[in-house]
C-alpha cells in the first residue's frame, strides 16, 4: 500500500506482476510466465525505464510500455 502516491502513477508494479507469475506456474501455464519475468527482469537490468524507487524517473506507465515491449 502506498498512499502518498496514490494515483500519482508513481507506483511500482512489479510484485504484483511477480505475484502474477506464480499464478500462472500453479496454472502449469511456465512458458507464458517465464516469457513475461524475463521481459520484467530485462526492464530492471537496463534500469532506463524504472519507477523512482529503483532509481529510475519512469512512470508506472512508462514501465509498464517497456515491460510490454519486451514481450
Known amino acids: 500500500s502506498a498512499p502518498d502516491i496514490a494515483g500519482q502513477n508513481k ?3 512489479t510484485a504484483l506482476i511477480l505475484s502474477g507469475l ?5 496454472m502449469g501455464m511456465h512458458a507464458e510466465a517465464a516469457r513475461i519475468e524475463n ?3 530485462s526492464v530492471i ?3 532506463k525505464t524504472v ?4 532509481g529510475g524517473n519512469a512512470s508506472l506507465s512508462d514501465y509498464t510500455a517497456a515491460v ?3 514481450l
Open 11 to 13: 507506483a511500482n508494479s
Open 22 to 26: 506464480m499464478m500462472l506456474r500453479h
Open 39 to 41: 521481459a520484467v527482469f
Open 45 to 47: 537490468a537496463e534500469g
Open 51 to 54: 519507477t523512482r524507487d529503483l
Open 68 to 70: 510490454i515491449d519486451r
